[in-house]
């Protein structure tokens, strides 16, 4: 191994320290607690050493969702895999129950994700593209939808189930619903997106 490729391993070892370390401290106390000084005496580190890889707070929350996006599009793209030869509507049942399953899982991250950085999940206008993880996950979620989409716009469907499915993810946590609903919850809404009342026009 040469001088720089050690030193980028190195490199590249502290930062998934910070980020580590970064969701840990979240996870604990919320993300309200987390900052550049703490961690920075968390991981043993000056701060100028974590201003080497993170500008600051925000930057660390901002490649903490990417990470995130990235764990949804595996869970997402597991979930449809194991229904892929079966019925369409089981697999995009699947995958819904993977969607709410890793916001409850990891709330905290979840929160990351989709409150604290919104430009990360922003639609992409002015010809801004989202980065790759949101998109994998975006697509795992498209490719749920479309074997059921019955020549409706799948990304219009995909944008809808994305934005429900965050609502009831949402809500559940923050116990305005009750958390034995789920199921049937899930199952209406399919019900109303692949129905017969959802072709009529």
Sequence with gaps: MTPRERRLREQGQR???ILSSAREMAEAEGWDFVTTRRLAERIEYSQPVLYQHFKNKDAIVHAVALEGFGELAGALHAARARHADGDPLEALDAVARAYLAFAAKGPVLYQAMLTLDPGVAAAPEDGHVAPRPVLDALAEIRLAVEPVADGRDPELLT?????????LATLTWGRRLRPDLTEER???LTGILTG?????G
Excluded: I
């Design 15 to 17: 930062r998934q320290l």
């Design 159 to 167: 944008e809808v189930l994305w934005s429900t499915w965050h609502g």
């Design 186 to 188: 899930l199952a209406a």
């Design 196 to 200: 017969p009342a959802a072709r009529l």
